[in-house]
């Protein structure tokens, strides 16, 4: 397909400021067209400037499982799959995906008890869906957010009702094994609307998840909200630091400064699985141009620092992207090896007309560029995007009541043309989903559809850019052999491979490789010898995806792996 790259020119300033202490820093505005940079000095320094300390969150009890569709659990309609078909609404979804054929969702909908936050999944790549899911007895949430951490492993977060403890309540929902149902999902929250000065009013979440450092740790959420030192609307983010639950929350802003980050729209956030940086972004009103900008904090989720006795993640610096002649909006963003890629519902080319702008780095941010992904003479919407490999992404946004997708495989240079994605056209639901109609994972992208008289979720694959690798299985017998399919564009090739065993192993508890798979095929990994007895649990780990099995090591035999 034919790619396009409409160069532009945009500002970016860098604040490499560090946690402690934070002062003014001398930051650097870049203007990037691709043939020339200028550079202005600016010496206005940001970081985050407000720190508070939570304890361990509460349980929440009072679960309940609903029967959420009324149809075949393989029905589809025209190469879209239906997930739900309840009488009530079924709105504002999420989705993540593990690499290896499991999906979780997470939802609004109203199964017969009022609208809630629901929770459910599919075991083969999207092709079929579980019958129930999963809520919480709380005050009614809206636009859940999911993401996959490791393993079997998701965790999830959806913005509180404003009557939940003034809507200072951060959910975390934690799914250790998306078909169970019954004991595979926990919810917990921390109330944080009397913490510190209190944090209130949260209307945007976002969060990203890494196992790359503790089996405890989930990851960030990145939110915005009111702060009861004086802020309207500003940026917010909070990480776990302790095993117990202990987290730290942020505001990047003081009341009393002539410039603040406040009157945010949207907030978005990624891990980067190879480098462990944290990218928690969000939009703001800037008052010297009355247009909306973008902020971003980048924190080292691979290191652990000490700040007055409790651990913490040191803040890297701050990004400023701002554009005098254009108005962010809508944003998402999405990180692997360095490979940066922002999206952006901007006004660019003039309101009402909306279009979809990226900006895209190679460097953690050090350096960004952009180009325009969509701006035709409708109104582009919603963006969203995630990495499939290095350099290489799908992007998916709304127009006129569709869901269209693009992909990259240069890093956010140049996107391929937009192709829609719903077979129906223009029944997506954009009404009660207005900030977030649609959501997108490696394997696919989910929304709320209207083609049957109501509003139910429907979810279809997209074609990735390049290779897409997955672990399908693991199997045991003479050590353990993995099996690695690509239904991608392309041939992977030379991609390493770790087979690691933890327990019961004496000789050979890691195996390393490269492997290739041809598009469209399979390829298996072997452990080679191994030699032990006892409980042994297996991960094998390829292209930043992990998949995990238990089995029995006896000799050189490895028996019930599952």
């Not at 940079?37 to 010496?43: A, G, K, M, Q, Y």
């Not at 579980?130 to 007895?137: I, M, T």
């Not at 995630?386 to 709304?398: E, K, P, R």
Request: a negative charge.
């Amino acid at each position: 397909m034919e790619k396009k790259a409409i160069k532009a020119s945009i500002v970016v300033l860098i604040a490499a400021a560090m946690i402690l202490p934070v002062g003014a820093i001398t930051q650097t505005a870049y203007t990037n067209d691709k043939e020339q940079v200028s550079t202005l000095e600016i010496s206005r320094g940001h970081g985050s400037v407000g720190m508070d300390i939570s304890t361990s969150p509460v349980t929440v009890r009072g679960k309940e499982i609903k029967q959420v569709r009324s149809i075949s659990a393989n029905a589809m309609l025209d190469g879209d799959v239906q997930v739900t078909s309840g009488d009530g609404l079924e709105i504002q979804p999420s989705i993540a995906a593990d690499g290896a054929g499991s999906l979780l969702i997470g939802m609004i909908a109203d199964f017969g008890s009022g609208l809630n936050a629901y929770f459910t999944s599919s075991s083969d790549g999207g092709a079929t869906w579980a019958d129930n899911a999963v809520a919480w007895q709380i005050e009614t949430p809206q636009y859940p957010s999911v993401d996959y951490w490791g393993g079997s492993t998701y965790y999830g977060t959806m913005v509180p009702s404003s009557s939940d403890s003034d809507g200072g309540m951060l959910y975390l929902m934690e799914c250790t094994d998306p078909t169970d149902f019954e004991n595979g999902y926990t919810l917990t929250g921390w109330g944080i609307n009397d913490l510190g000065d209190g944090y209130t009013n949260i209307k945007a979440v976002d969060i990203g998840c890494d196992n790359g450092v503790e089996d405890w740790a989930y990851g960030g959420v990145a939110f915005i909200g009111d702060h009861g030192s004086g802020l309207t609307e500003t940026p917010m983010f909070a990480y776990q630091m302790t095993e117990d639950g202990y987290s730290w929350f942020y505001t990047f802003s003081n009341a009393d400064d002539p410039f603040t980050l406040e009157h945010s729209l949207s907030a978005a956030m990624s891990i980067d699985h190879t480098t462990h940086y944290a990218y928690p972004i969000w939009t703001y009103l800037n008052q010297n141009t009355g247009l909306y900008d973008i902020y971003t904090d980048i924190f080292d989720f691979g290191t652990w620092d000490e700040y007055q006795g409790y651990p913490i993640h040191p803040e890297i610096g701050s990004v400023f992207i701002n554009d005098s002649a254009v108005s962010t909006e809508y944003i998402d963003v999405s990180a692997y090896n360095n490979n940066v890629i922002i999206v952006a519902q901007t006004t660019q080319y003039g309101a009402p007309n909306r279009d979809i702008t990226c900006y895209y780095s190679y460097d953690g941010l050090q350096t960004i560029e952009t180009t325009t992904i969509a701006a035709s003479p409708d109104s582009e919407m919603h963006p969203k995007v995630i990495h499939t490999g290095d350099n290489q992404a799908i992007c998916i946004f709304v127009k006129n009541g569709n869901i269209y997708s693009t992909t990259t495989d240069d890093g956010g240079a140049t996107w391929t043309e937009p192709e829609q994605v719903n077979d129906q056209d223009g029944t997506v639901e954009t009404f009660y989903s207005e900030n977030s109609p649609a959501d997108l994972c490696k394997a696919g992208a989910i929304w709320s559809d209207t083609r049957s008289g109501n509003a139910d979720i429907y979810y279809d694959s997209i074609a990735a850019p390049g290779p897409l690798l997955a672990i399908e299985s693991i199997s045991g017998g003479f050590g353990v052999t993995a099996t690695v399919s690509n239904t991608g564009s392309e041939d992977a090739n030379n991609v390493d491979w770790t087979i690691s065993f933890d327990g019961g192993v004496f000789i050979g508890k890691e195996k390393t490789g490269t492997v290739t798979v041809p598009a469209g095929g399979e390829a298996t990994v072997k452990s080679g010898f191994i030699f032990g007895i006892g409980k042994t649990t297996v991960t094998v780990n390829i292209a930043g995806m992990s998949k995990t099995a238990s089995g029995f090591v006896l000799g050189p035999l490895v028996l019930g792996v599952e």
